[in-house]
């Protein structure tokens, strides 16, 4: 099967990977189902890049639709160590402006129906989730960023929201009081399972509206932000080349260690089951 290092998952917008040579379609089964989409396998020069579009060629499938657990593990077990994230989202902060690039640090996690671990059915893991992101790789994500000329922000609170409807009034103006700056829909799970994965994951957070919070700006609305994202696309593009052109080196943090004090469960308990299951990201512990 082919193998990447690098991952990117595609947001609205961002439904393929221009740039890419010598691509291999995959199809990856998985424990959780199908992933979004076939994922597609090719270089950037000489280094291999799997890219998946995170809402289906299309855009079929709604954040809360999302086989998150699925895109996740398949990209794990292409051999991806490093997911770059591409995502629109609302700016809840006036020096946010729309078309703006923020590499968040930081998560509020408000949604509510959505499976956000690889571990149930008899095997319990708590993984240190302090900094949600990767900070060597947003690091890099901000250094590629400022190459490309745009205005990027370095840290931020990125809120992820159930949706699929939009904010009221009350609720952005109350993220806005909690001190976080960007609100969005996909951020979560993601984040949690790379985590749980061991994978480095950071974001390229796309700033596209005020969301509804802004006296002198129109109502956050879909065409606004395909509008907007649109403009982003090639920018984001350029990030996830700048990046690939110079990764960082294997260790530079200790997200691929996540696990190594994590799994509470007795070994000898876990079911049989459980342990061929999650083989991929618990092998090297069992």
């Given at each position: 099967?082919?193998?990447?290092?690098?991952?990117?998952?595609?947001g609205?917008?961002?439904?393929?990977?221009?740039?890419?040579?010598?691509?291999?379609?995959?199809?990856?089964?998985?424990?959780?189902?199908?992933p979004?989409?076939?994922?597609?396998?090719?270089k950037?020069?000489?280094?291999?890049?799997?890219?998946?579009?995170?809402?289906?060629?299309?855009?079929?499938?709604?954040p809360?639709e999302?086989?998150v657990?699925?895109?996740?593990?398949?990209?794990?077990?292409?051999g991806?160590?490093?997911?770059?994230?591409?995502?629109?989202?609302?700016?809840?902060?006036?020096?946010?402006?729309?078309?703006?690039?923020?590499?968040?640090?930081?998560?509020?996690?408000?949604?509510?129906?959505?499976?956000?671990?690889?571990?149930?059915d008899?095997?319990?893991?708590?993984?240190?989730?302090?900094?949600?992101?990767?900070?060597?790789?947003?690091?890099?994500?901000y250094?590629?960023?400022?190459?490309?000329?745009?205005?990027?922000?370095?840290?931020g609170?990125?809120?992820?929201m159930?949706?699929?409807?939009?904010?009221?009034?009350?609720?952005?103006?109350?993220?806005?009081?909690?001190?976080?700056?960007?609100?969005?829909?996909?951020?979560?799970?993601?984040?949690?399972?790379a985590?749980?994965?061991?994978?480095?994951?950071?974001?390229?957070?796309?700033?596209?509206?005020?969301?509804?919070?802004?006296?002198?700006?129109?109502d956050?609305?879909?065409?606004?932000?395909?509008?907007?994202?649109?403009?982003?696309?090639?920018?984001?593009?350029?990030?996830?080349?700048?990046?690939?052109?110079?990764?960082?080196?294997?260790?530079?943090?200790?997200c691929?260690?996540?696990?190594?004090?994590?799994?509470?469960?007795?070994?000898?308990?876990?079911?049989?089951?459980?342990?061929e299951?999650l083989?991929?990201?618990?092998g090297?512990?069992?």
């Open positions: 099967m082919a193998e990447a290092r690098i991952g990117v998952i595609g609205s917008g961002l439904y393929q990977m221009e740039g890419l040579t010598d691509v291999q379609e995959v199809r990856v089964e998985t424990p959780f189902g199908p979004s989409d076939a994922i597609g396998v090719g950037i020069g000489d280094t291999s890049v799997a890219f998946l579009p995170r809402h289906g060629r299309g855009h079929r499938l709604s809360t999302l086989p657990r699925a895109n996740i593990w398949a990209l794990k077990s292409l991806v160590q490093q997911i770059i994230s591409v995502s629109a989202v609302g700016s809840l902060r006036e020096e946010i402006h729309p078309l703006d690039l923020v590499i968040p640090d930081q998560l509020i996690d408000r949604t509510k129906s959505r499976v956000s671990s690889f571990f149930d008899g095997v319990v893991a708590h993984v240190g989730f302090a900094d949600p992101f990767c900070p060597a790789l947003s690091d890099l994500l250094h590629a960023a400022l190459k490309t000329g745009v205005t990027v922000h370095k840290g609170t990125y809120v992820v159930e949706g699929p409807l939009f904010s009221t009034r009350a609720e952005s103006n109350l993220y806005r009081s909690w001190g976080a700056s960007v609100i969005g829909m996909t951020a979560l799970p993601e984040a949690k399972l985590r749980e994965a061991e994978m480095c994951y950071a974001t390229i957070a796309c700033s596209t509206d005020y969301d509804c919070w802004h006296d002198s700006h129109e956050v609305t879909v065409e606004m932000i395909v509008a907007n994202l649109l403009k982003n696309v090639e920018t984001s593009k350029q990030i996830v080349r700048n990046i690939v052109e110079h990764p960082s080196a294997p260790g530079a943090c200790s691929g260690s996540a696990l190594a004090s994590a799994i509470i469960t007795d070994c000898a308990l876990i079911p049989a089951e459980a342990k299951r083989k991929l990201i618990i090297k512990y069992m």
